[in-house]
């Protein structure tokens, strides 16, 4: 997920590229109004975060352009004030959410997460088909809720399932805990959980451990690929 944060105030704006990163975002900087918006317009992020008070051009014009070009990107306006009618004005102008200054970070993470889902919903288009997932040897019917390896049957939870199948539509990608933990719990947990863990380490047993090739790999720091090694 792309994220564009439009933020002039370069420790803030430090400061939410680190944490967005940590959670498997990648987040695109622009430290005034005028760079934001034509960034906006070129590379089409999943969504802006957008600061009020911003050199060049603020973000109640950003969000305007933006809108009178027919984007429906998200946009998150962050603001100092706290006034209502910025506020309405905010959302009159076609912002999707605004947080207040100062915000925890989690609460801007949840927002953002939140957003994220509603643009995503109207698509879901991605498990249509057979609903059949294969790596390697490794194959889940999404459907029948049935996962087998080299042809053997595995017996799996109902999370554990749901674990592998989220690592299996995006094989190849490395998962962060805080994106799994979304996915398969559907809360918002710490970044730094170990249920995850813990079931990563059940699933294993069942899935890998018993052959001859390892699928799920742990990337120290960051969370789990599932991919096909050499
Ligand atoms: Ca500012």
């Known amino acids: 997920m792309k994220l564009l944060l439009i933020e002039d105030e370069a420790k803030a704006a430090g400061y939410l590229r680190r944490g967005f990163g940590e959670c498997g975002f990648s987040v695109d900087v ?16 999943d969504l802006i975060i957008l600061d009020v008070l ?42 999707d959410d605004y947080l207040i200054k100062p915000f ?58 749901a674990l592998l199948a989220l690592l299996a539509e995006r094989a190849g990608e490395v998962l962060s805990r805080t994106v799994i933990a979304e996915a398969v719990w559907d809360i918002n947990f710490e970044c730094s959980t170990n249920v995850i863990d813990v079931h990563v380490r059940r699933l294993r047993a069942k899935m890998d451990d018993p052959f001859p090739r390892r699928l799920l790999h742990t990337v120290r720091g960051f969370g789990y690929v599932l991919e096909a090694r050499e």
């Not at 622009?30 to 590379?43: P, V």
């Not at 994220?116 to 294969?134: F, K, S």
């Open 54 to 95: 911003l050199p060049r051009r603020d973000g109640w014009s950003v969000l305007a352009e933006l809108r009178r070009a027919g984007r429906t990107t998200p946009v998150l306006i962050l603001s100092a004030r706290d006034a209502v009618a910025d506020r309405v004005k905010g959302l009159a102008l076609g912002a």
């Open 30 to 45: 622009a430290s005034d109004g005028e760079t934001g918006l034509d960034w906006a317009l070129a590379e089409s992020p």
């Open 104 to 161: 925890a970070f989690a609460e801007l993470l949840a927002r953002v997460r939140n957003l994220l889902r509603r643009a995503e919903a109207p698509g879901a288009g991605r498990d249509a088909g057979d609903g059949e997932l294969a790596v390697e040897d490794l194959r889940l019917d999404r459907i029948r809720h049935k996962a087998t390896r080299a042809g053997q049957a595995l017996d799996l939870t109902p999370k554990e399932f």
